[in-house]
Structures are given as structure tokens and as C-alpha cells.
């Protein structure tokens, strides 16, 4: 069994899991149509997901404004209304968009925008404040200097505790790591995507690993097989070119074929694919706090149960480098 984590050296602690909340808001796109969501939600269900994950022992949850445009906020503040003090919550700022239209429209990465942009997103969520505010964009080294000096006056006006940068490159969050409320550094991170310069800047520095897409954009989540199509607004039906788990809605063959080398070590103990996926994780770095998406009460069941099962352990660990080598 896995418990807490700490949130890097923010004094802040949080479930070993988090819920990363980008599926709930629903379906969003850039101007030209291109899905950027995961389908048709249920916000009723998306609440009552998330407080039957609190239930479960899950208090950390990240989102971001131009999830749903707006939409997955303002659900997370509904579900945890009345549990403030429970849960740590964390939230992205740098995209520019169109709540009307669910439109993404642009980029801003100005102080202005980011103080605007944190207001809009307490207000959205309920709440006077953010555990964690993370960049969402890749500004110039100058100007990510300035938000990370900017981060640092909103730790002492009270509206944040700290502050992360959403990356995949070690040199960016190496920069905002120096920063001192700097809790953490999102990224990338799965069985299938090891990262292992972003696991050493978060261990260099003694921030949190927050892992984005530590199911593979649903690859290693266990629902998938070969057939599966993905249709509609969901982004996997389209993929951009960055997805590179999915091809024209389907799991790629290459990406398929290596999940399952690895099934059978992952689903050892009576764990699920995600459940082992998940412990594979935990079992990388004592720094990491994976994120995996959601839309329903059962997703959140089985998300949440990795808990019980915890890391893998070495003798899994080795196999897997075996089997993927």
C-alpha cells in the first residue's frame, strides 16, 4: 500500500495518486474544429466521480483553465464544495480561451494575463486560493524568469502556496525548480515514457514529479485492445502529432505490441493493466505523483485502488526494463 507524498518542499502533502481532470471538461477544440478533449461527459457524474475519489483517499487534483474552457473548473469546484481544507488543488495558466465558442484561441505568457487568468481560475473553482499554479506554455528563458519571480509574489499575497512549470524539458524545469516556493515540475511520465532527466531534475532539486498521461492517453488503462476506434470529439480520434499512442482513432500497433510484452508482469497480484501501470510509477521515483484522467465512478474505483496495491517491486521493475529492451 502507498499513502502520502510530499509536494516537494512546499511543506504541502498530498496522495501518493492524484486525478488529473483534462477528460471532465468535456469536449474543446482550436477554431478550425480540431478536437483538444476526450468526448461528451456527464458533469453529474464527473462530480460524483471525484467525491467518491476523496472517499478513497485521492486529495490532490489538477486541472487548468482551458480544460472544457472552463468547464472542468468549474465542476471541480461544485464536487468539492464544502471540502476545501481537504483536498490540495492545482490549476495551469498560459492558454488564451474562448469559453463561448470552447474555443483555445492563443497564447499569453505576461505577468497581467497570468494574475487575470488565476483570478478567472479561483472564481471558476471556488476557492481564495491555489496549492499549485503551473506554467502551461514554453516562453523564452527571460520571460520564464519574470513568471517565476511573478509566482513567487503570488506565494506572498497568499493566492497560491507554490508553483510548478508543465514540461517535458529538463532545462525549463531545472529553471523554474531554482525558484524557492517551486513545488514541482509536471511531465510526462508512463512505462511506455520513462523521462528520466525530468526524474532527475525533480530529484536534484527535491520537487514533486507530477506525471501527466501516466496511462499512455488511455494505452495502458485496460479498456483498449486492437479493434478499438475512437470516433467524434474525442482527441485520440484525430490525434495531433504529439499522440503518438493513437492512429487515426486506433492504438498504434507499435505502441499496442509493447503493452502487451509488458501485461502479464503488469497485472501480476491481481492488479489491473492501469493499476500496474500506475505502481510502475511510484516503484520509478519516491519524488513521483502520477495523474491519471477520469469520467466516471468506475474509472475512479479502479484509479484509486492502485493505492491499495502500491509500487511494484524490484524483481517486476527488472522484468519490465527486460521485456522493453
Given at each position: 500500500?502507498?499513502?502520502?507524498?510530499?509536494?516537494?518542499?512546499?511543506?504541502?502533502?498530498?496522495?501518493?495518486?492524484?486525478?488529473?481532470?483534462?477528460?471532465?471538461?468535456?469536449?474543446?477544440?482550436?477554431?478550425?474544429?480540431?478536437?483538444?478533449?476526450?468526448?461528451?461527459?456527464?458533469?453529474?457524474?464527473?462530480?460524483?466521480?471525484?467525491?467518491?475519489?476523496?472517499?478513497?483517499g485521492v486529495t490532490?487534483?489538477?486541472?487548468?483553465?482551458?480544460?472544457?474552457?472552463?468547464?472542468?473548473?468549474?465542476?471541480?469546484?461544485?464536487?468539492?464544495?464544502?471540502?476545501?481544507?481537504?483536498?490540495?488543488?492545482?490549476?495551469?495558466w498560459g492558454n488564451?480561451?474562448?469559453?463561448?465558442?470552447?474555443?483555445?484561441?492563443?497564447?499569453?505568457?505576461?505577468?497581467?494575463?497570468?494574475?487575470?487568468?488565476?483570478?478567472?481560475?479561483?472564481?471558476?473553482?471556488?476557492?481564495?486560493?491555489?496549492?499549485?499554479?503551473?506554467?502551461?506554455?514554453?516562453?523564452?528563458?527571460?520571460?520564464?524568469?519574470?513568471?517565476?519571480?511573478?509566482?513567487?509574489?503570488?506565494?506572498?499575497?497568499?493566492?497560491?502556496?507554490?508553483?510548478?512549470?508543465?514540461?517535458?524539458?529538463?532545462?525549463?524545469?531545472?529553471?523554474?525548480?531554482?525558484?524557492?516556493?517551486?513545488?514541482?515540475?509536471?511531465?510526462?511520465?508512463?512505462?511506455?515514457?520513462?523521462?528520466?532527466?525530468?526524474?532527475?531534475?525533480?530529484?536534484?532539486?527535491?520537487?514533486?514529479?507530477?506525471?501527466?498521461?501516466?496511462?499512455?492517453?488511455?494505452?495502458?488503462?485496460?479498456?483498449?485492445?486492437?479493434?478499438?476506434?475512437?470516433?467524434?470529439?474525442?482527441?485520440?480520434?484525430?490525434?495531433?502529432?504529439?499522440?503518438?499512442?493513437?492512429?487515426?482513432?486506433?492504438?498504434?500497433?507499435?505502441?499496442?505490441?509493447?503493452?502487451?510484452?509488458?501485461?502479464?508482469?503488469?497485472?501480476?497480484?491481481?492488479?489491473?493493466?492501469?493499476?500496474?501501470?500506475?505502481?510502475?510509477?511510484?516503484?520509478?521515483?519516491?519524488?513521483?505523483?502520477?495523474?491519471?484522467?477520469?469520467?466516471?465512478?468506475?474509472?475512479?474505483?479502479?484509479?484509486?485502488g492502485a493505492l491499495?496495491?502500491?509500487?511494484?517491486?524490484?524483481?517486476?521493475?527488472?522484468?519490465?526494463?527486460?521485456?522493453?529492451?
Amino acid at each position: 500500500m502507498i499513502d502520502k507524498r510530499p509536494l516537494g518542499r512546499s511543506g504541502i502533502e498530498v496522495s501518493a495518486l492524484g486525478f488529473g481532470c483534462w477528460a471532465i471538461g468535456g469536449p474543446w477544440s482550436l477554431p478550425d474544429g480540431s478536437p483538444l478533449g476526450w468526448g461528451e461527459v456527464d458533469d453529474e457524474e464527473s462530480i460524483a466521480a471525484i467525491r467518491r475519489a476523496v472517499e478513497l483517499g485521492v486529495t490532490f487534483f489538477d486541472t487548468a483553465d482551458i480544460y472544457g474552457t472552463g468547464r472542468s473548473e468549474r465542476v471541480l469546484g461544485r464536487a468539492l464544495a464544502g471540502k476545501r481544507d481537504e483536498v490540495v488543488l492545482a490549476s495551469k495558466w498560459g492558454n488564451v480561451l474562448d469559453e463561448q465558442n470552447k474555443w483555445l484561441v492563443g497564447e499569453d505568457d505576461s505577468v497581467g494575463y497570468m494574475r487575470s487568468a488565476l483570478d478567472a481560475s479561483l472564481k471558476r473553482l471556488g476557492t481564495d486560493y491555489l496549492d499549485l499554479y503551473q506554467l502551461h506554455l514554453g516562453p523564452s528563458d527571460e520571460q520564464a524568469i519574470l513568471l517565476r519571480d511573478a509566482c513567487e509574489d503570488l506565494v506572498k499575497e497568499g493566492k497560491i502556496r507554490g508553483y510548478a512549470w508543465s514540461t517535458d524539458t529538463p532545462a525549463q524545469a531545472e529553471l523554474f525548480a531554482q525558484g524557492a516556493s517551486c513545488a514541482a515540475v509536471q511531465h510526462e511520465l508512463s512505462v511506455l515514457h520513462q523521462a528520466p532527466e525530468m526524474i532527475a531534475v525533480a530529484e536534484k532539486y527535491g520537487v514533486a514529479s507530477i506525471n501527466r498521461t501516466p496511462l499512455a492517453m488511455g494505452l495502458l488503462g485496460g479498456r483498449d485492445n486492437a479493434a478499438t476506434k475512437h470516433t467524434g470529439t474525442d482527441l485520440r480520434a484525430t490525434p495531433p502529432s504529439w499522440l503518438r499512442f493513437y492512429v487515426d482513432g486506433r492504438p498504434s500497433p507499435e505502441w499496442f505490441e509493447r503493452v502487451n510484452a509488458i501485461r502479464e508482469t503488469l497485472t501480476a497480484d491481481g492488479r489491473t493493466l492501469g493499476q500496474g501501470a500506475l505502481g510502475w510509477i511510484w516503484a520509478r521515483s519516491k519524488q513521483t505523483v502520477p495523474i491519471p484522467g477520469f469520467r466516471t465512478v468506475k474509472q475512479a474505483e479502479e484509479n484509486a485502488g492502485a493505492l491499495q496495491h502500491g509500487p511494484l517491486s524490484a524483481d517486476q521493475m527488472t522484468e519490465i526494463d527486460r521485456l522493453l529492451s
